[in-house]
């Protein structure tokens, strides 16, 4: 048999591109696509970990014999579980309301990119009241 121009053995009609050329193109790409999932991953856990943080810190520190400093103290021990870095507490206990705020940055594996994470949590102050 001939092998013709248009038959399908002829190297110079075959499309696409090979093997090499693919990854080489592709793999960027994926790399970049699991490194953006890892990174959505851990400030998804920051943001989980910094609101859990304010939200026990508040309840310490609105309890009818609980201060702005215990509630700072529990809210750090519950940020520092390796999701945050340089972690900030602030304390307002107000007569009927109390807010906590627990901020720092999540851990980062993009370089350059430093996501910064901010939560809040406000409950009401316990106190005796007369009847």
């Known amino acids: 048999m001939c092998c013709g ?18 990854l080489t193109l592709l793999f960027p790409l994926a790399f970049g696509i699991l490194l ?3 990174q959505w991953a851990m400030v998804s856990w920051a943001n989980s970990s910094a609101l859990a943080a304010a939200q026990d810190g508040a309840r ?6 609980g201060s702005a400093s215990a509630g ?3 809210a750090r021990e519950a940020a520092e ?8 507490v602030s ?9 906590l705020t627990v901020s720092g940055s999540a851990a980062s594996v993009i370089p350059g990119i430093h996501p910064v994470v901010r939560k ?12």
């Not at 248009?6 to 693919?22: E, F, P, S």
């Not at 310490?60 to 014999?65: C, E, F, L, P, S």
């Not at 579980?81 to 900030?88: E, H, I, K, P």
């Open 5 to 22: 121009a248009g038959q399908h053995g002829n190297m110079r009609d075959q499309r696409g591109l090979n093997n090499g050329v693919q």
């Open 36 to 38: 953006l999932t890892l």
């Open 60 to 65: 310490v520190a609105a309890a009818i014999n």
């Open 91 to 99: 304390v307002s206990r107000g007569p009927t309301r109390t807010s």
């Open 120 to 131: 809040t949590a406000e409950v009401p102050t316990e106190r005796l009241t007369r009847p």
């Open 72 to 74: 700072e103290s529990v």
């Open 81 to 88: 579980n390796g999701s945050l870095d340089s972690v900030a």
